[in-house]
């Protein structure tokens, strides 16, 4: 089975596949069952018709009949007897023969006294059986016509032990066509077993994968760090799924509370240390007031001030990521909010020559989100994009598509350096980060932001060949107003 299958289809076919085949077996017992018990009736019936005509012959007289004597009196009164008992009972013939399997009486015309019959060779053990004394059936047969038919012998005994005659009852297997119509009502019975059974099979497996599914959504949400509302898989889930959403909240409890404790700390040692770092820039600045320009002094000054300036972003970042501020979603045009972005990026430094593209149809893919944060995450993008490129022909492209799902795809590629796999695994984990300067806070408060907007991030990235940052964010949920474009 292939492994791309998904549960409920594995569930539903492994109920087919126990279910059905115990369907099919019921039926080949029901099957078999029947014939063989219509069979042995059939076998019975004919035996009893042998006994009771056996019964009205006089094996002294039998004895007696001899090639010829077809025109006795016995003989034909015999004869008309044994006519009498097949139009009674509705066989197809009645005979009697002698122990050597000659004829003796025949409702057959044209069958003369002595006559040898073939077809007892191959009944060879139920005649054993007869000459032993006992009645006997034997096997279904074809005859010359192509039916099937059925034979019951019993014998005509001398009063000395000994068997002086047989009589031999013919009948068609009529039930065989019984038996045929019951294999078809029984092939349908399994076909319609097999739909029931997929049926049956689809409701058990929506029981069990519904909340699988819902369990599997959840845990990819507290993954995700949305752990605001407990995991739920709903009143119908299996008892043991439950158990797990239990395991599962319990989980996201304690992932919130290390959470919180992570951003108390965190805003704790940012408020620590901007403190000072405010008192640290005001008399850097105002000693850079007292120091002549152009002055080594002035250098030294300017450039506390300028790693000042790279701290309170670090410290910025903390904070942010410590108090993510709730977004505020509203339908709006994310090219004008691109076009933004990209102005800012290109006021700032970067490499010489570097472009950056913003290839969005205006009006076209309207969003559902917080357009100040959509502007923050673009310029986070951006501005690491720009640093990516090389000295001389670096570019950034950003442009969007509609995705499935009711999403919007927004794309920021470069041709920069580009990332290793490890990397790309790692690049949204907080803290983490390929910089010599830096708190590697910012993709991780872009991966947060847009999944708070109820939105995901994407990247593909290969060592020297760029970049490409995906951002999906659903679709505006109504047309834009013309201050919104």
Known sequence: MPRNFKLRTRIIVAFVAFVVPMIAASGLFYYETARRSLDTALGERLTAVAQATASRFNPLILSTFEPGDEDRRNYLSYRRSLLTIKEQTGLRRLYLFDP????????????????????????????????????????????????????GFAPVPDGQGQVAAVVGADAGAEYLDLIAGLGRSIFAFVLLGAALSVAIGFLLARTVSRPVHRLVAEADRIGHGRMGRPVEIGSRGVRELAVLAE???????????????????????????????????????LARQEVAPGSEAAGYLDRVIGELNGLKAIINHFLEYARPAPPAPTDFDPAAVAAQAAALVRAGAGPAGAGIVVDIPESRFPVHADRDQLSRVLLNLLTNALAALPPAGGRVAVSARSAAGGMVALEVADNGCGMDIETVKKIFHPFFTTRDQGAGLGLAIVKKTVEENDGAIEVESSPGQGSLFTILLPAARGELKNDQA
């Open 100 to 151: 050597q399997g000659r004829s003796l009486i025949d409702t057959e015309e044209g069958i003369p006294i002595g006559s040898s019959y073939a077809g007892l060779r191959f009944q060879g053990r139920e005649l054993e059986t007869v000459l032993a004394g006992d009645a006997a059936a034997s096997v279904l047969f074809r005859g010359e016509d192509g039916a099937w038919y059925k034979s």
């Open 247 to 285: 395991a599962l909240n319990r989980m996201r409890e304690r992932l919130s509370e290390r959470e919180e404790n992570l951003r108390l700390m965190v805003a704790g040692v940012a408020h620590e240390i901007r403190n000072p770092l405010g008192g640290v820039e005001l008399f850097a600045s």
